[in-house]
DNA sequence: TATAAATAGGATAAATTTATCCGAAATAAA
DNA sequence: TTTATTTCGGATAAATTTATCCTATTTATA
């Protein structure tokens, strides 16, 4: 569905977050640990989170990647994705023509924009903060 | 959302469908051709679909692939995907973590998992037969 | 200012997916 | 039985995604 860089990503973004209500700046060494990722791989989808305004870096000795708490609860999942894996999950065809166009559709067309549309909604309407504060009270977990 | 493979093995099985319900077979190349696939990589699609009875192939001259025409309207959607792409679209989970599982979720399982099932009910609940008339009739295309 | 700690980013490698090629096996018709 | 046609299947190649490594740059503190 999403692909590994993404999964990484959005895993990477949460726990940023859990710690940033903390005032704690983390680094992706940490962030691999804690997530499960391979290290030198997630620090490059830091660059990229960070590029697209979805966690803030601090360069130099006590740096680290963090997130403004009162930005905590305004970044949605879709933001994420988009990030990472780009729109196409938004709006491709699902069996892969140039565009999906309602005007020469393919034949899963009809069927296939309602789910899509269903992740999209879902993505657009999941912020950071819900999930962070699951993690936090220990109801869902981000490895093993 | 799926794979290459996949998207041509949907695309192979709708037209091999409207061609069977005129009694004829098709070759990979035909298919290809009206699928804009690549030829080799379709016929190793056409391999699996085969093998996991979605299509019916006969070799030799005058052979090609076909559908019996009572078995259209009972083929699934799901069964091509998993055909070709397994079933983890159905059941994985959607940030990675080994296994989707209710006692040990990721933080965005309860959301996830509502789209997953939608999708998995909408591949449950399509079969090739509506999929294919809607090309016979002009609705729906497969390539362009 | 010098030093240590930390992210940024380019180069490269490994793994997976996508795609091609070619000979073997099967089959209908001449 | 021979021939032409067609799928099967293994080997290989290209492209993309995933992953690693190393150096440059930045920055707080001593
Ligand atoms: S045209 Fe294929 S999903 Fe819209
Ligand atoms: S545990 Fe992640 S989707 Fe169920």
Redesign the interface.
């Known amino acids: 569905?999403?692909s590994?860089a993404c999964?990484y990503g959005?895993?990477a973004a949460?726990f940023i977050a859990t710690k940033s209500y903390e005032g704690i700046r983390v680094s992706p060494k940490e962030i691999a640990m804690e997530i499960s990722s391979p290290q030198a791989f997630t620090a490059k989808i830091l660059q990229a989170l960070v590029k697209h305004d979805v966690v803030k870096s601090v360069k130099g000795a006590y740096g680290g990647f963090e997130i403004n708490k009162g930005d905590i609860s305004t970044i949605k999942?879709s933001q994420i994705v988009k990030a990472i894996d780009g729109d196409t999950?938004y709006s491709?065809c699902?069996?892969?023509?140039?565009k999906c166009d309602e005007n020469?559709?393919?034949?899963?067309?009809d069927?296939?924009k309602?789910?899509?549309d269903?992740?999209k909604f879902?993505l657009e309407n999941?912020n950071l903060e819900e999930?962070?504060l699951?993690?936090k009270s220990g109801?869902?977990?981000?490895?093993?």
């Open positions: 569905m999403f590994k999964e959005i895993k949460i999942l999950i491709a699902g069996l892969g023509l140039d020469h559709p393919c034949p899963v067309h069927k296939f309602g789910v899509r269903e992740l879902m999941t999930l962070a699951n993690i109801a869902s977990f981000l490895k093993v």
